[in-house]
């Protein structure tokens, strides 16, 4: 049987960059809001995906989360690698000012996360084998006072996913924390790039050789920021507070 890959925000730019370097031979399953498929399946299968699979994925809707990933297998059979590709940036002005605005940001980026995380770790823990990739960022090794709504979340997330890891170590399901920087696409457009930028292809590429090698939890990428967010830890609080996004 094909390996299983289910992309969880499988509209996204990273999301589909994954899904395209880990479909040959496999079935991928694209799991993203409502909306056309149809160039995200096309470039799966041109990239030699033996089956392509289209949900319906409402992210905020933690409630239909378990029904879901039951349906995928249920139609394709057990999920082998699960990416969670989704997310928001928000708008740190209007979170400041609009307390639903920030809990729904918060909710995006941490809860829901959380919530599929638990699911997909709980289906693939008793067969004892099986890849899962959360994306936290750097935005959440230090908060940063620009963007600390969308890096509070992240924090959250890094932490719930952190912890999560150390319950499956054993298990023989591997857990990739992915902790890019500044991803120049979509999300970000318009914006300033900030130092050790990426792309969406070479967080793909990194996300994807980690998967392969099969052991590692934490991925910075690219690699550097390792060495600058440790520094970050001791930079004083009256200049980190200046710091940009």
């Not at 041109?46 to 029904?67: H, L, S």
């Not at 999300?187 to 996300?207: C, I, L, Y």
Request: hydrophobic letters at 50%.
């Amino acid at each position: 049987m094909s390996r299983v890959v289910a992309i969880f925000g499988g509209r996204s730019e990273i999301g589909l960059a994954v899904a395209t370097r880990l479909a040959p031979g496999a079935t991928v399953v694209l799991a993203a809001r409502p909306g056309p498929m149809d160039e995200a399946v096309d470039a799966c299968r041109q990239a030699g995906a033996t089956r392509v699979e289209v949900f319906d994925f409402d992210a905020d809707d933690v409630a239909a989360q378990p029904g879901l990933v039951a349906a995928i297998e249920e139609r394709v059979g057990p999920i082998d690698v699960a990416v969670l590709a989704f997310g928001v940036l928000g708008d740190q002005k209007r979170a400041e000012a609009d307390a639903e605005f920030a809990a729904a940001v918060l909710h995006t980026d941490f809860i829901a996360q959380a919530g599929l995380l638990t699911v997909l770790a709980d289906r693939l823990r008793p067969r004892g084998h099986g890849t899962i990739v959360a994306f936290s960022s750097v935005a959440g090794a230090r908060v940063r006072r620009a963007n600390y709504v969308y890096g509070s979340a992240k924090a959250g997330l890094d932490g719930f996913a952190s912890g999560l890891a150390d319950a499956l170590h054993g298990s023989g399901v591997h857990l990739v924390i992915a902790r890019p920087g500044f991803v120049i696409g979509r999300m970000t457009q318009g914006m300033e790039p900030a130092p050790f930028s990426s792309t969406p292809d070479q967080v793909a590429d990194a996300v994807v050789r980690r998967i392969e090698r099969g052991r590692g939890v934490e991925l910075w990428i690219p690699w550097q920021l390792k060495a600058m967010f440790a520094v970050a830890a001791v930079v004083p609080r009256s200049l980190w507070r200046r710091m940009p996004r």
